[in-house]
């Protein structure tokens, strides 16, 4: 089955206690993409990646790390994670977005929340 | 600033009811998605268009490139359509998407 997958579903943490929360995808998509989802500010794009060792930052980057070693996989690291990224996080990938555009596919989400 | 622009926030809507979800953007796009998303949190994609109009059941999603305009049409609708529907773009100068705040949608049988 076609999908994305991210753990931990659910986390509580503690400032400052680094963590990572993984993102696979089985679809051998070039596109991987984080988003954190806040109320009343919706959907925003942290870093996404075009390909393997291609990474870039979205629109709120600060606090937060990625990397792109395998194609699949593109895990999201927390270096000292704060209470302001107390939030929903969705991990997503599609198929191409170099010369034309594809639908997305989001894992299911990650609550984080940081006290 | 968000460009991203949808309208209504909020919907209620007897079963049956034609609804229209309306975003507008700011700048030039290459790609627009429509998202939906049930309580519980998953997102899924409906339709990513980049110009005229796609159909899938009874789901329709026009886009006007000139006006900067795309717009969600649920026909006959019924109370499992109720979910945040949620527009995204990507502008035609990068790699990022942008999306609107959401329209959450109530069908009422």
């Known amino acids: 089955e076609a999908q994305v997958t991210q753990n931990p579903r659910y986390l509580i943490t503690v400032t400052g206690k680094k963590l990572t929360v993984t993102c696979s995808q089985n679809?051998?998509?070039?596109?991987m993409s984080w988003y954190r989802q806040d109320p009343g500010l919706g959907l925003r794009q942290i870093y996404y990646?075009?390909?393997?060792?291609?990474?870039d930052k979205g629109d709120v980057p600060e606090g937060y790390k990625v990397s792109r070693k395998e194609k699949r996989n593109f895990p999201l690291i927390l270096e000292s994670p704060s209470p302001n990224q107390t939030s929903l996080y969705f991990c997503?990938?599609?198929?191409?977005?170099?010369?034309?555009?594809?639908?997305?596919?989001f894992g299911p989400g990650t609550r984080l929340t940081v006290t | 600033k968000n460009e991203v622009e949808q309208s209504p926030q909020n919907l209620t809507a007897q079963e049956g009811e034609f609804i229209t979800i309306n975003c507008s953007y700011s700048?030039?796009?290459?790609?627009l998605h429509w998202l939906q998303q049930h309580p519980g949190g998953g997102i899924v994609s409906l339709f990513m268009?980049?110009?005229g109009k796609k159909k899938h059941g009874r789901l329709i999603a026009t886009i006007n490139i000139q006006e900067k305009h795309s717009s969600l049409h649920i026909t006959a609708s019924h109370p499992r359509d109720s979910a945040v529907y949620i527009c995204?773009?990507?502008?035609?100068?990068?790699?990022?998407?942008?999306f609107g705040t959401g329209t959450s949608l109530t069908v009422i049988p």
């Open positions: 997503a990938s599609s198929a191409r977005l170099a010369g034309g555009n594809s639908e997305q596919y």
């Open positions: 679809m051998n998509h070039e596109y």
């Open positions: 990646s075009m390909n393997v060792e291609v990474t």
């Open positions: 700048v030039g796009i290459s790609a």
């Open positions: 268009l980049s110009s």
């Open positions: 995204a773009v990507r502008w035609n100068t990068g790699n990022q998407f942008y």
